[in-house]
């Protein structure tokens, strides 16, 4: 069985629509909205193509309405690209993410899987590191072999004891300082993190082509052609190796 997980895809229809992997069984980690300014194309190919998907913290505020009041960073850029995202998307598809479960377990191919957008202690806001001690005191009591994971919009793979933590990274919005699409494919007991090119202009475009106010198109622009703010930012997790089997999983 071939598992495409994808995370973060934040209304970027150029980077979701240039994973044209195979897949038997697609995993969504939450977050389709906010950033950039596709929501509508993003929602529906959820929709169609995840087997399961979890809400994130930007599916949540999107669905309750909450307004976000940031003076800068990805706070201001949620505030003023969710009233893009509030007046692009229909009654439909807002239902459809405030009714996106926060956690789901799933069995594939003997693996028990558990889904969530951010950690199993704080399903949409807690920022997980990679880091084994972290992961650790969080996962005493999940009964799971990979715990699937997205938020940071930094891609890892660790062995906690005999747990998998992957995140795949951000579809739409990577923060590693690599402006391609990040996803992971998990096939045969083997978990590979990867990176396709796409159309970072088209994004771009749609973005300066907006009534976003000219301070959140130049932020935003940057950050998809680039991969990051230039602000330096200290909660970068370490790379880890791109790939990795899952240990002492049921499956043979
Ligand atoms: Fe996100």
């Known amino acids: 069985m071939r598992i495409l997980l994808v995370a973060d895809i934040h209304a970027n229809w150029p980077a979701l629509r240039a994973i044209e992997e195979p897949f038997d069984a697609c995993l969504v980690l939450g977050d389709l909205v906010d950033y950039a300014l ?22 949540h505020g999107v669905a309750q309405q909450v307004r976000v009041q940031g003076k800068n960073g990805f706070k201001y850029l949620t ?42 202690r704080d399903p949409l806001d807690e920022y997980s590191i990679a880091d084994v001690d972290f992961w650790s005191r969080r996962l005493a009591d999940v009964d799971a072999h990979v715990i699937c994971v997205g938020h940071t919009h930094h891609p890892y793979i660790l062995e906690v004891g005999d747990k998998l933590v992957i995140n795949p990274g951000s579809v739409g919005q990577p923060r590693d300082s690599d402006p391609r699409a990040s996803y992971a494919i998990i096939e045969n007991q083997r978990v590979e993190l990867k990176r396709i090119e796409y159309a970072v202009e088209e994004t771009v475009t749609s973005v300066l082509q907006s ?10 622009a940057e950050v998809f052609r680039t991969g990051s703010l230039a602000k330096p930012d200290s909660s970068r997790v370490k790379s880890e190796p791109p790939t990795t089997t899952i240990p002492n999983s049921a499956a043979s």
Do not use: Y
């Not at 009534?211 to 935003?220: F, G, R, T, V, Y």
């Open 38 to 59: 596709e929501p509508t194309p993003c929602i529906d190919w959820v929709r169609r193509k995840a087997t399961h998907a979890v809400r994130g913290n930007h599916d």
């Open 211 to 220: 009534a976003l106010p000219e301070p959140a198109k130049a932020l935003l």
């Open 79 to 120: 505030g003023v690209t969710r009233q893009v995202t509030q007046e692009r998307i229909s009654s439909d598809d807002r239902r459809f993410l405030g009714a996106l479960p926060v956690t789901k377990r799933v069995s594939l191919d003997g693996v028990k899987f558990l889904m969530v957008h951010a950690t199993p």
